[in-house]
């Protein structure tokens, strides 16, 4: 059961740049918010992950530096701005929420999620 909505997403050749933006319903009690990715036959794996009360951010290895997670100032929305994309990055991305802030990046700490949108790098 998906609560969040999410959009954005597509496909774009390596080295391009995606946005994907979540929204949280105001029903949602939440502290913290993320994205995460599952490729096929991999596990999902956090990519980028915020604390909505001071905007503290947490990033895979493999994404920092070209990823960055944000949220609006009614801190219901999250964006995830993808740059200098990689074939690797291609998988489904979902954004997720929690009532609690972990510091974490494991799928399982997070009660919320998005129904889920792929992304697709080409060389």
């Known amino acids: 059961f998906q609560q969040l909505a999410q959009s954005g997403g597509g496909s774009v050749q390596a080295g391009g740049s995606l946005r994907l933006s979540c929204e949280i319903p105001?029903?949602?009690?939440?502290?913290?918010g993320g994205w995460f990715r599952q490729a096929p036959g991999k596990e999902r794996e956090g990519v980028a992950i915020i604390y909505s009360i001071d905007g503290l951010t947490m990033y895979a290895d493999s994404v920092k530096g070209r990823f960055s997670v944000s949220q609006d100032g009614s801190k219901k929305k999250l964006y995830l701005d993808m740059s200098s994309l990689k074939p690797n990055d291609t998988a489904t991305y979902y954004c997720?929420?929690?009532?609690?802030?972990?510091?974490?990046?494991?799928?399982?700490?997070?009660?919320?999620w998005g129904q889920g949108t792929q992304v697709t790098v080409s060389s």
């Open positions: 997720a929420a929690s009532p609690v802030w972990y510091a974490d990046l494991s799928a399982e700490k997070y009660n919320y």
């Open positions: 105001f029903r949602l009690s939440t502290r913290s």
